[in-house]
């Protein structure tokens, strides 16, 4: 599978971003779809998940009540969608999947397939 992110850019902090990639090549509702994020001198780490037809979704302590991720099947897209921002979320997001197993191993070696990373910058 082939993804597609989109969507990041240069946001004030409090401000609001979303987040798109989208998939191709796969049967969409296979993947357990996330996203991660790697800050310059950090390693990436879990932001979100969404698994496949599910109601619920996995969130970082960091980003709960403040990030929201969620899943179009008709597009093959997952979204990010990020309210409140804060400095701290200055990062390179990407979108990840693996076909579903079962797994709750959130780590990104546990991810076969990565977008490419777009760019999220909070700053004043």
């Known amino acids: 599978v082939q993804l597609q992110a989109s969507g990041g850019g240069l946001v004030h902090p409090g401000g609001s971003l979303r987040l798109s990639c989208a998939a191709s090549?796969?049967?969409?509702?296979?993947?357990?779809m996330s996203w991660f994020r790697q800050a310059p001198g950090k390693e990436r780490e879990f932001v979100a998940r969404?698994?496949?037809?599910?109601?619920?979704?996995t969130y970082a302590d960091s980003v709960k009540g403040r990030f929201t991720i969620s899943r179009d099947a008709a597009k093959s897209t997952v979204y990010l969608q990020m309210n409140s921002l804060k400095p701290e979320d200055t990062a390179v997001y990407y979108c990840?999947?693996?076909?579903?197993?079962?797994?709750?191993?959130?780590?990104?070696?546990?991810?076969?397939?990565w977008g490419q990373g777009t760019q999220v910058t909070v700053s004043s």
């Open positions: 090549g796969g049967l969409f509702s296979n993947y357990d």
């Open positions: 990840a999947a693996r076909i579903y197993d079962g797994s709750s191993d959130l780590s990104p070696g546990k991810y076969n397939y």
């Open positions: 969404r698994l496949r037809n599910s109601i619920s979704a």
